[in-house]
């Protein structure tokens, strides 16, 4: 089961385009900024969702420019992007955060180093919070709902994680 997927589906569902259509839609809507998805990512799996029979391709050609594939979702694709909906609204994983193995391993570390590691992790939370914040600023009455809820959720979980490394630095102080 694949967010890529999903993602280039519910695109397609809109509007008809080609691979770099699809790129360019989601750096226009912020959905990179979102989701892990890449450039790249978007024209292997468009060329799999084809090869796999979920999207249609018609090859066009304009003038002296490479041919180019323009997909569009059919009743497979449309019937796996109902499948995906339904897993990814059952299933949550825990949240793993990569620095969470730094945290981990604290204790191997002479407490100066931890200390000046853990500073490191506590400016890094708070430059992503800025940089969320100010994304929350640029919401407009013009973006979709989903994309403002999305970014509710990222203010929440930066806000949490702001509190959650002063509790981090401050135990780690008194051990």
């Given at each position: 089961?694949?967010?890529?997927?999903?993602?280039?589906?519910?695109?397609?569902?809109?509007?008809?385009?080609?691979?770099?259509?699809?790129?360019?839609?989601?750096?226009k809507?912020?959905?990179?900024?979102?989701?892990?998805?890449?450039?790249?990512?978007?024209?292997?799996?468009?060329?799999?969702?084809?090869?796999s029979?979920?999207?249609?391709?018609?090859?066009?050609?304009?003038?002296?420019?490479?041919?180019?594939?323009?997909?569009?979702?059919?009743?497979?694709?449309?019937?796996?992007?109902?499948?995906?909906?339904?897993?990814?609204?059952?299933?949550?994983?825990?949240?793993?955060?990569e620095?969470?193995?730094?945290?981990?391993?604290?204790?191997?570390?002479?407490?100066?180093?931890?200390?000046?590691?853990?500073?490191?992790?506590?400016?890094?939370?708070?430059?992503?919070k800025?940089g969320?914040?100010?994304?929350?600023?640029?919401?407009?009455?013009?973006?979709?709902?989903?994309a403002?809820?999305i970014?509710?959720?990222?203010?929440?979980?930066?806000?949490?994680?702001s509190?959650w490394?002063?509790?981090?630095?401050?135990?780690?102080q008194?051990?």
């Amino acid at each position: 089961m694949s967010n890529i997927d999903l993602v280039i589906l519910g695109i397609l569902l809109k509007k008809d385009m080609n691979a770099h259509e699809i790129t360019i839609f989601v750096e226009k809507n912020s959905v990179d900024k979102f989701l892990k998805i890449s450039t790249p990512a978007i024209y292997k799996a468009s060329k799999r969702l084809y090869k796999s029979g979920k999207l249609n391709g018609r090859i066009i050609r304009d003038g002296e420019l490479p041919e180019k594939t323009v997909y569009s979702i059919n009743e497979e694709g449309l019937k796996y992007f109902y499948e995906l909906m339904d897993h990814f609204s059952r299933n949550i994983n825990p949240f793993f955060f990569e620095f969470n193995s730094f945290i981990w391993n604290l204790d191997n570390l002479k407490k100066s180093d931890a200390n000046k590691m853990l500073l490191n992790l506590k400016k890094s939370i708070l430059y992503l919070k800025e940089g969320i914040s100010l994304h929350e600023k640029e919401i407009s009455e013009h973006m979709p709902f989903t994309a403002k809820m999305i970014l509710k959720q990222y203010v929440m979980i930066i806000n949490v994680l702001s509190e959650w490394i002063e509790l981090v630095i401050a135990g780690y102080q008194k051990k």
